[in-house]
Nanobody, 126 residues
Framework: QVQLVESGGGVVQAGGSLRLSCLGS????????LGWFRQTPGKEREFVAF????????DYAESVKGRFTVSRNNAKTTAYLEMNNLKPEDTAIYYC???????????????????WGQGTQVTVSS
């Protein structure tokens, strides 16, 4: 399984933007579908965005559609989550997750992914 490390979190005012990065180790990064999830204290980890192994397919949670964009650069073994028009309810720890898969399938649940990063904190102030 690929090892993943997130970065790019921070504190931003409502309406602002952040770009999260997910750096993958090893030479199998391009064979993995990736998901972004987020979690706040006392709540379940929730799906945010999905991108398949080659970046051709993406999907988003309804709460972030039109504001977040997921992308990847397999040559740099890095995925990105561009977050615009941030809201206080976007405050959470954001996690990158990987699943070795080169199909056209979409994955949305925590159980689908076998590799996880340590998370990066995003705080949106009102």
């Amino acid at each position: 399984q690929v090892q993943l490390v997130e970065s790019g979190g921070g504190v931003v005012q409502a309406g602002g933007s952040l770009r999260l990065s997910c750096l993958g180790s090893g030479h199998t990064f391009s064979l993995h579908a990736l998901g972004w999830f987020r979690q706040t204290p006392g709540k379940e980890r929730e799906f945010v965005a999905f991108i398949n192994f080659n970046g051709a397919s993406t999907d988003y949670a309804e709460s972030v559609k039109g504001r977040f964009t997921v992308s990847r650069n397999n040559a740099k073994t890095t995925a990105y989550l561009e977050m615009n028009n941030l809201k206080p309810e976007d405050t959470a720890i954001y996690y990158c997750a990987g699943k070795r898969d080169v199909s056209r399938s979409y994955y949305y649940t925590r159980a689908d992914f076998g590799s996880w990063g340590q998370g990066t904190q995003v705080t949106v102030s009102s």
